[in-house]
């Protein structure tokens, strides 16, 4: 993948499913009943896809972006249409003559210039479109976008609130028309019967009103020099479906995804149980172990001291033994038991004859 074709999470890949494939898309199909037949600008028109599905119903189509290479694969992908071509430009000079276009398309552009360019930027659409051509506007609302959600997104260089982008658009297009956009959850019923009518429908099941208008996450501004420039009919509610229900069929994935994991968890923390119980086995293990060391240790000492005090009773025993010996031999060799000896001798004999 090229740096062009790199998905950053701000401009729109084609191909990209999700919320921001919703909002961008939707953006362009509602701009195609102002386009048909007439000639279009397509400012900051990135990687083209837009102004591809504007030159399905208009006149003519030019894309416009600063950005030379996105402009080369946008004329590769989509330059074969015939009504459609591609200029690398900025939006604050635009490469083309005063009053040659009909309407100019400009969706998520002035927020990522700066306060000083905002201005210049619709003073050049304002030069290029013809007296009554009018101009189709979205720009994040600061304080839904940002404000709110505590949300700093690092391509926006300075986002406008309602009041900052009405004001900022009126000296050159005073008439405006307001429409909000916000990704919407809920539940759509449609007539088979083609028209125009709606009804908008908001509550739980304990009550049922009429829906009002949810803050704008972007605002959509259909603005013109005149009221009378403006188009005369437009829908009160423009829905986008997903033709594939690429959005469905990922949050069908992740639920079952997630059901997976959660498989996956319940038979992680069943090994974990079977371990930790194995873990409780082996303590024990050891600590019986480790009883029965300690009782043989005590047995082996209890039998060493015993072993230890016959042994010194024996050594007293026979150190007296010896020493009696000792006495009897140093008394055998002294002078008094010689002398006493024949006496002793004589008494002997003496018992014997008397025995006799």
């Not at 398309?105 to 905002?118: G, N, R």
Request: proline share 4%; charged share 25%; glycine share 6%.
């Amino acid at each position: 993948m090229t740096e062009a074709d790199s998905f950053t999470g701000e401009r729109f890949l084609p191909g990209v499913v999700g919320e921001i494939a919703y909002e961008h898309c939707h953006r362009y199909a509602f701009a195609r009943r102002y386009v048909a037949g007439r000639r279009v600008l397509d400012a900051a028109c990135g990687e083209g896809y837009g102004s591809a599905l504007l030159a399905g119903v208009a006149q003519t189509v030019v894309g416009v972006d600063i950005d030379a290479q996105v402009i080369a694969k946008a004329a590769a992908t989509y330059g074969k249409n015939g009504k459609l071509s591609f200029e690398a430009a900025s939006v604050t000079r635009l490469p083309l003559p005063d009053a040659s276009v009909d309407v100019v398309v400009s969706f998520e552009t002035i927020e990522h210039l700066e306060a000083v360019d905002q201005p210049p930027m619709l003073a050049e659409f304002a030069r290029v479109l013809v007296p009554r051509g009018i101009l189709i506007l979205s720009s994040p609302n600061r304080h839904e976008y940002s404000d709110a959600r505590g949300y700093a997104n690092p391509f926006h260089i300075h986002e406008l609130d309602r009041d900052e982008l009405s004001q900022l658009l009126q000296p050159r297009f005073a008439a405006q028309r307001w429409f909000h956009q916000r990704r919407y959850l809920g539940s759509a019923i449609w007539s088979e019967t083609p028209g125009e009518r709606f009804e908008a429908l908001a509550g739980s099941a304990a009550d049922v009103g009429t829906a009002a208008v949810p803050p704008a996450m972007y605002f959509i501004v259909i603005a013109a020099s005149a009221p009378e420039s403006l188009p005369t009919h437009e829908p009160a509610v423009s829905l986008y479906v997903d033709g594939e229900d690429a959005e469905w069929k990922r949050i069908d994935h992740e639920a079952r995804e997630v059901l997976r994991l959660d498989g996956l968890l319940v038979a992680r923390d069943e090994m974990l149980r079977a371990q930790y119980r194995h873990s409780e086995e082996l303590q024990a293990m050891v600590a019986h172990r480790d009883e029965v060391l300690a009782e043989r240790t005590r047995s082996e000492e209890i039998a060493r001291q015993e072993l230890l005090s016959a042994f010194a009773a024996e050594q007293e025993r026979l150190t007296r033994q010896i020493m009696a010996q000792e006495r009897i031999v140093a008394y055998r060799e002294s002078v008094r038991w010689w002398l006493t000896l024949p006496w002793l001798r004589a008494r002997r004999l003496w018992n014997r004859i008397r025995a006799a």
